[in-house]
């Protein structure tokens, strides 16, 4: 069935003739996810599917290599080492062995690279077996490059220019410690760059890795012409048709490695004469596991088996996270801080990684599949009128006209609080009720609210929040509070309540680039994305 629904392909044809052929497979965001793990599939909303998993990944990909006509090129779009409870607890080492296995050629990192701290992330960068592109990772004292910014690749006559580009807020949303001394907000100069490129190398594609999400994939495809593909991360659409920008080519593979990108093109006569893509479900019906990766995998996570499987939890229903507005898993992350805080309002952030958690018992390994660090909790006091600015900036985020101005995941996560906003008006004219409660916010009265800290950040912030008074930190750490909340609450039946509900969007909201499309009307189509319903 899942592979079935994302295996869909277009084709764009013209005139046939002699011509070179090419296939890029493209995987991104894949978090630290190791094993075969549950996905949700919006098209087919009664069921979750076992995908994924890097042993299954090789198998895919060394088939579809096979089975290429011409060279073929395999593309990493960054978010590799984080995301998963042997990511954290190795500190990505372990993920290192079994993605080389995949025998990627290129790629760019993602915002969640310097995760653990900035001498690991250049460590294990430098580890990678493929060649590690960006254009804008700069030492902030030197100005220099910590990696090149692009390479050339050629493969059976044909020469491609690969340029990477990461997240340009990577090093002012991270938490401050993961990228001290780093600087991700150098971009200017990039077309010129590429123009360049290709007047000295003269290659017969010119493609962009980025992950910089969706929405300023389209935006950098409809700016900087002079690239013939963009290969976009950071987001985790599921881009099932192409987005086409002009003759630019843009797609995104989805995340988790669940799916992967397989872009066939002929080129003919210096340009694209005609592509097909499609959109692959790494179902585990489908593609058997690599014994020599599977071995990686098992080797890197024995000394830690017993702890992976610790069950601390029971849920009647699955956790998703998929969902822009609200998420049944972000919920119970948020109703577990607030009772630890005895607070007014409990916050997390809206996350995009971590697979869903299948309704039975929830692991260690979940635990940290959800949250895949263990910061510690802070709690303070912020007046009404605070929380509404922030509110309003955080939606900014999400939701801006501009695609430069998105940032982060989604929108904080409540608890305790609800908010109706309306995504297609500008700031500050979005949030329209807040409520503490069943009251409404009041900007005179303080009110009490806990969140995790991030590592390096002044005390009067929390989950962004700045200006908080009387911080203090909440017994414990994230981890501990919730194996707390779930050894009383458990069995747990989290789900959507309308915590955070729009006057302008449908109820649930799977593709963020889809919503801005059509608020905003900005360049492409959005009827390529996942969406419920829709079958592709």
Known sequence: MAVALAAASLSVLFPAGNAKQVRILHIADTHAQLDTHWEYLPEDPSHLHQMGGFARIRTALDESRAQ?????????????????????????????????????????????????????????????????????????????????????????????AFVGLTD???????????????????????RE???????????????????????PS???????????????????????????????????????????????????????????????????????????????????EAPFSERLREVVGQTTAPLLRYDVLESSMDNVIADAVK??????????????????????????????????????????KASG?????????EMELVFSRDPFGLSGGWGPRPSGMTIVFTAGVPPPQRIKDVRIGTAELDPTRTYTIGGCEREGEPMHIICRLQGVENPDYIPGTIHSVLKAYLSVHSPITSKREGR?????????????????????NIPGDAEGVAVPGRVH
């Open 339 to 380: 009772e630890a805080g005895h607070a007014d309002i409990g916050l997390t952030n809206g996350f995009r990684f971590s697979p869903p958690v299948a309704a039975g018992p929830i692991t260690e390994a979940d635990l940290w599949n959800m949250l895949p660090f263990d910061a510690r909790l802070k709690s303070g």
């Open 500 to 520: 955070v509900r729009a006057t302008d969007l449908p109820p649930v909201v799977w593709s963020q680039y889809g919503v801005l499309q059509k608020l905003w």
């Open 193 to 215: 760059y590429v123009r360049d490129l290709k007047k000295r190398e003269k290659p017969d594609l010119t493609v962009l890795i980025d992950h910089t999400g969706l929405a």
């Open 68 to 160: 290429a006509a011409g060279a073929v090129f395999t593309v990493d779009g960054g978010d590799t080492v984080q995301g998963s409870a042997i990511g954290a607890w190795t500190k990505g080492e372990a993920v290192i062995a079994p993605f080389n296995a995949l025998h990627t050629d290129v790629g760019t990192p993602g915002n969640w690279e310097p995760v653990y701290g900035p001498d690991t992330f250049r460590k294990l960068m430098g580890e990678l077996s493929e060649k590690v592109i960006c254009y804008n990772f700069h030492e902030k004292a030197t100005g220099k490059r910590l990696f090149a910014p692009s390479v050339i690749l050629e493969r059976r006559g044909i020469r491609i």
């Open 385 to 393: 009128r605070q929380i509404r600015a922030y509110l309003e900036h």
């Open 168 to 190: 340009p807020t990577t090093t002012t949303r991270q938490a401050p410690a993961e990228v001290a001394g780093l600087d991700s907000t150098r971009i200017d100069g990039l």
């Open 218 to 300: 389209v935006k950098l495809a409809h700016n900087i012409p002079e690239f013939d593909i963009v290969l976009s991360g950071h987001t985790h659409e599921r881009v099932y048709k192409p987005i086409l920008i002009g003759k630019t080519i843009v797609v995104e593979p989805g995340s988790m490695g669940s799916f992967f990108g397989q872009l066939d093109l002929t080129l003919k006569n210096g340009n694209i004469d005609s592509y097909q893509y499609r959109l692959v479900g790494i179902d585990a019906a489908t593609y058997p596991e690599n014994p020599d990766v599977q071995a990686m995998i098992q080797k890197a």
